[in-house]
Nanobody, 125 residues
Framework: QVQLVESGGGLVQGGGSLRLSCAAS????????MGWFRQAPGKEREFVAG????????YYAESVKGRFTISRDNAKNTVYLQMNSLKPEDTALYYC??????????????????WGQGTQVTVSS
């Protein structure tokens, strides 16, 4: 297991940008695929973006493709989510996730073994 701590959430106007960070503990971070999920009030947790252990493969939900970018720095045990052109519908609690998937990238909650506590992102119209 790996422990995850998110940061970088906040309140931003529509069209603005935020960068989320997720710091992981443990020397095994580089063996995990990483991902970001989000959950809005009254809705199920949904996949946002995933990245393979090496960073060579990424995958995005259609709703964020072209606006969000996931990346990782294995030397710093950190994964990032750069969010641009934010929309009010992006408002949610954002969770960092670590897991394994033989195909390389986390894409569903079934791939996740560890969750962070979440960081709130609120986009005003």
């Amino acid at each position: 297991q790996v422990q995850l701590v998110e940061s970088g959430g906040g309140l931003v106007q529509g069209g603005g940008s935020l960068r989320l960070s997720c710091a992981a503990s443990g020397r095994t971070f580089r063996t995990y695929a990483m991902g970001w999920f989000r959950q809005a009030p009254g809705k199920e947790r949904e996949f946002v973006a995933g990245i393979s252990w090496s960073g060579s493969s990424t995958y995005y939900a259609e709703s964020v493709k072209g606006r969000f970018t996931i990346s990782r720095d294995n030397a710093k045990n950190t994964v990032y989510l750069q969010m641009n052109s934010l929309k009010p519908e992006d408002t949610a609690l954002y969770y960092c996730a670590a897991g394994k998937n033989p195909k390389g990238v986390i894409t569903t909650t079934q791939h996740v073994g560890s969750w962070g506590q979440g960081t709130q992102v609120t986009v005003s119209s």
